[in-house]
């Protein structure tokens, strides 16, 4: 995968496979520490512990339609090749975390992407599912909750095409507010 927004698309994708109504992304640019960490949590099925290891293998998968499952193992080796690393903290019943970190300033790192449109993409085309971004940079912080969004809206659902491109915008502008852009 090009860029690491796009492994945030497929481990969200994988909260929602696993019957998740809650999605927290949470994403951590802190320079003085060289240092990016993306982390998606969920409160979908989970999984044992020996799942959750098997999920470092590239031909393990749970879906039956096709035969390998390359979404994590890639993710992880995106990160390792950066100088950081890759963790799955999960519990039956209760969710999953998935959790990666960078060296921010490593050649080898992909480049971060579009976050905002990766977001409002897996929130507008799931409105019944609860998201929450954190987007933290060198400290700052901004939050964008779908449920608050939604109260606001009233009858007019987030996945309507007016609101998505306000949303991906309203979001965007708040993450460039922190970085100063």
């Not at 799942?51 to 080796?77: N, S, W």
């Not at 449920?147 to 009858?155: K, N």
């Not at 309203?170 to 507010?177: A, H, V, W």
């Amino acid at each position: 995968m090009n860029d690491l927004s796009l492994h945030i698309i497929d481990i969200i994708q994988n909260s929602l496979s696993a019957g998740a109504g809650f999605i927290r992304l949470t994403v951590e640019e802190n320079l003085p520490q060289d240092r990016l960490i993306i982390e998606i949590e969920d409160n979908g099925r989970g999984m044992s512990r020996e799942t959750a290891k098997k999920l470092e293998d590239p031909f393990y998968t749970t879906r039956t339609t096709r035969r390998v499952g390359m979404g994590i193992p890639l993710f992880k080796q995106s990160a390792m090749q950066s100088g950081g690393d890759l963790s799955i903290a999960s519990e039956e019943g209760v969710g999953t975390t998935v959790k990666a970190w960078f060296v921010h300033s490593n050649i080898d790192r992909p480049p971060l992407g579009d976050v905002a449109n990766s977001f409002v993409l897996m929130a507008s085309a799931n409105p019944e599912v609860h998201f929450v971004l954190i987007y933290i940079f060198n400290g700052e912080k901004y939050v964008f909750d779908s449920q608050e969004v939604a109260e606001v809206l009233g009858d007019i659902s987030i996945s309507d095409v007016r609101v998505i491109r306000m949303v991906e915008e309203m979001i965007r502008e708040n993450i460039n507010g922190l970085k100063g852009i």
